[in-house]
């Protein structure tokens, strides 16, 4: 009887720490996608340098879309650095896409002249149906897109190195084993 | 001077009265109701979606840009033809339930809080049980023999 009783307090606690560690290890702002796993959705905008770019131009590496703001400040900044080394990292076998964000092209050449001309297109979004699309709710956030346009990630929050190393790496061996579904 | 209406007719009056009552209550009553304008179906959609860019405000309630795009799509969509269930769920494939503030699966609220209530209730038991009095010790009987051994034995002890 006494080692039954001895048992409840595992039984009792173990459940309330894992529920708690589980509930304060996560941002309660943060998200979870509804599009990991399904195709991207399908758009056809405007970039900042006026080319119109679709969604199928997209198909055949991996994606990174990122969603930015020129008022984002300090994330996108911060984030701007990062993609800037990962453009130069990855070169071509890497597209990266941004998205801006209720935000002016104006605003956008500015931030893009003070913290380093971009090497990737930044796509406009005037309505942001786009964002809309994506789920997004402010940014920065992005979306790890694979070769075959499935959506495999989303990041919730700027971007680092460690974070598109994994995504990307992750994501060319899904392609390479054949889980481009 | 008028004469006063004869009593004989008081009572089909009233009767005439009440069943014209009667009649008008049911025709408003069975009036089949007019149906929402697609302007009142759009609102009450975007009044349980959540503002994705904003604290705490419904798509009806904000005026932030995601907020007017969202019933702008809302608009277009029941324009479309879509019924209110199918551009709810089309918001929801894109957010996930959290778009809805009154989300349809409420197992992921729900379960936290099953948990805990259950925990709670062992540790009720448990201490419940912690605090109910033991079963008083019995002390069997101490028979006269035993004392008068006891005696012998203290008495030879301070001989």
Known sequence: ?????????????????????????????????????????????????????????????????NFWASWCIPACVDEHAVLLEAARQYGSSVQIVGVLYQDSPDGARTFDARYGEPSWPTLLDPNGS???????????????????????????????????????????????AGRGD | MAEPMPRRYAFPIALGALLALGGLVAVMVLRPGLAPSQAEVGHEIASDLRCPDCQGLSVADSSSPSATEIRRQIDAQLSAGRSPDQVRRS???????????????????????????????????????????????????????????????AEALDA
């Open chain 1, 1 to 65: 009887m006494r080692t039954l009783r001895w048992l409840l307090v595992p039984i009792v606690v173990v459940p309330v720490v894992l529920l708690l560690l589980h509930g304060f290890s996560r941002d309660p702002a943060a998200i979870p996608s509804a599009l990991i796993g399904k195709p991207m959705p399908s758009f056809s905008l405007v970039t900042l340098d006026g080319r119109t770019m679709t969604s199928a131009d997209l198909r055949g590496k991996p994606v990174v879309l």
């Open chain 1, 130 to 176: 786009l964002a809309i699309d994506f789920g997004v709710s402010g940014p920065p956030e992005s979306y790890v897109v694979d070769a075959n346009g499935i959506v495999r990630y989303k990041q919730f929050g700027p971007l680092t190195q460690a974070v598109i190393a994994d995504q990307v790496a992750r994501v060319l061996s899904l392609t390479a």
């Open chain 2, 91 to 153: 918001f929801v494939d894109r957010y996930g339930e959290w778009i809805l503030l009154s989300p349809t699966a409420p197992i992921a609220t729900l379960l936290p809080v099953g948990v805990l209530l259950a925990a709670i209730g062992v540790l009720a038991l448990w201490i419940g049980r912690a605090r109910t009095p033991a079963q008083p010790v019995t002390v069997p009987a101490v028979s006269d023999l035993d004392r008068a051994r006891a005696r012998e034995e």
